[in-house]
T-cell receptor, first 116, second 108 residues
Framework: DTEVTQTPKHLVMGMTNKKSLKCEQH?????MYWYKQKAKKPPELMFV???????INESVPSRFSPECPNSSLLNLHLHALQPEDSALYLC???????????????FGPGTRLTVL | SQQGEEDPQALSIQEGENATMNCSYK?????LQWYRQNSGRGLVHLIL?????REKHSGRLRVTLDTSKKSSSLLITASRAADTASYFC????????FGTGTQLKVEL
């Protein structure tokens, strides 16, 4: 299975809501990532988990809270978001971190988030 | 921003023609990767070239890397309508940093 799955595909939420995005991979990858992508822009890294521990936090506002319950799952908890947080949220995984030919990232299809 | 720049921003060609996209990056990298993204979907890895390599081929794809100029190019030969997508270069140092992307349209 070389697939990264993400749920939900679409999410509409108000600024006072709490919601979660979910990501799953069964490739045995030990690194997982959250990216945010605005329309016609490249993905921007938010968080990196390596061996289930937070490795990189790109100064993301605390209204975004990542969680890695186990090596296959990655969640992104959302609370008190702003309309400017509306974007495509992409999850990815790779075998490991650091330079090397094994660091191809596999991306999920994304969750299209709209904050009203 | 550590983001790389891609050139051109948009490219429109006829099916069967070759498409060339260029990427420049700012920081030292361990490898450079190219990804493809169909509209509103996830990214698909195309090819990875290591910092000690100068050229790499995969099917209709040819990638070059010039670390002295901090630049890379992606050539798609004999393009097809199905190649229509956005293409991103991504340099890997301590993390993957994506370029601004090239929107390729291949017309029948």
């Amino acid at each position: 299975d070389t697939e990264v799955t993400q749920t939900p595909k679409h999410l509409v939420m108000g600024m006072t809501n709490k919601k979660s995005l979910k990501c799953e991979q069964h490739m045995g990858h030990r690194a997982m990532y959250w990216y945010k992508q605005k329309a016609k822009k490249p993905p921007e890294l938010m968080f990196v988990y390596s061996y289930e521990k937070l490795s990189i936090n790109e100064s993301v506002p605390s209204r975004f809270s990542p969680e890695c319950p186990n090596s296959s799952l990655l969640n992104l908890h959302l609370h008190a978001l702003q309309p400017e947080d509306s974007a495509l949220y992409l999850c990815a995984s790779s075998q490991g971190l650091g330079g090397g030919a094994y660091n191809e990232q596999f991306f999920g299809p994304g969750t299209r988030l709209t904050v009203l | 921003s550590q983001q790389g720049e891609e050139d051109p921003q948009a490219l429109s060609i006829q099916e069967g023609e070759n498409a060339t996209m260029n990427c420049s990056y700012k920081t030292s990298i361990n490898n450079l990767q190219w990804y493809r993204q169909n509209s509103g979907r996830g990214l698909v890895h195309l090819i990875l070239i290591r910092s000690n390599e100068r050229e790499k081929h995969s099917g209709r794809l040819r990638v070059t890397l010039d670390t002295s100029k901090k630049s890379s190019s992606l050539l798609i030969t004999a393009s097809r309508a199905a190649d229509t997508a956005s293409y991103f270069c991504a340099g890997e140092g301590n993390k993957l940093t994506f370029g601004t992307g090239t929107q390729l349209k291949v017309e029948l």
